[in-house]
């Protein structure tokens, strides 16, 4: 499970965020991101329904892409997601509780942390990545935590087309919400902002 994790997200080092995702724009939503090149998603679980629609995306996608769950919070969702076919499991903070149980489940773990000791209280619990929530503080905040922490680090919360490149010179990658997927938002502007953000890591890359 993490090697696919690890795979997909050193190929493009985004996961999509697909908060409030309804069941007629799995299909569509799915298949725009796969056309450019986003094989990560995530669907919170405050997400209506969430369970049902990472079950709906994770039948889908098949192989070609990995599904997960965000917002997870208890031991309970964890094993829900796990019944439901996702395959990693995304948390706002660091609860040792939610990881151990993640690993127990064979599934890819990343807690959300802020400071350096929430950190190694996550990597201590096992933690497969480390998600810094929110990233207000910008790509040297990252970099600083990098000299004691080891275990890679995604930047989540507040990157956007202005800063991604900036973020990925220091990051793993980065989980994107609203600059990608929105309810209701018109399907040509989710793909062409995945294009966009595509279109930046191989930029950055060259």
Excluded at 183 to 200: N, Q, R, Y
Aim: a neutral charge; hydrophobic letters at 40%; glycine letters at 8%.
């Amino acid at each position: 499970m993490k090697e696919k994790f690890d795979a997909f997200l050193k190929e493009m080092p985004i996961v999509a965020i697909l908060r409030g995702i309804s069941q007629k724009e799995i299909i569509p939503v799915c298949d725009a991101l796969y056309d450019a090149g986003i094989k990560l998603l995530e669907i919170p679980l405050n997400t209506p329904d969430a369970f049902s629609r990472i079950r709906e995306a994770a039948e889908y996608c098949g192989t070609r892409q990995m599904v997960g769950a965000g917002t997870v919070l208890t031991k309970e969702d964890v094993q829900n997601v796990k019944a439901s076919g996702g395959k990693f499991i995304i948390s706002p903070n660091t609860d040792e509780e939610v990881i151990r149980e993640s690993k127990a489940l064979s599934l890819v773990s990343i807690p959300g942390f802020f400071t350096a000791t929430e950190g190694f209280k996550a990597v201590k619990a096992g933690a497969d990545y480390l998600k810094l929530f929110p990233a207000c503080l910008g790509p040297s905040y990252i970099k600083d935590l990098k000299a004691v922490i080891k275990t890679p680090i995604m930047a989540v919360g507040g990157v956007t087309t202005e800063n991604f490149a900036s973020f990925l010179d220091v990051a793993c990658g980065a989980g994107i919400g609203g600059t990608i997927y929105k309810p209701g938002k018109p399907l040509s502007e989710t793909k062409a902002a995945a294009e966009k953000l595509v279109s930046i890591v191989n930029e950055w890359r060259n």
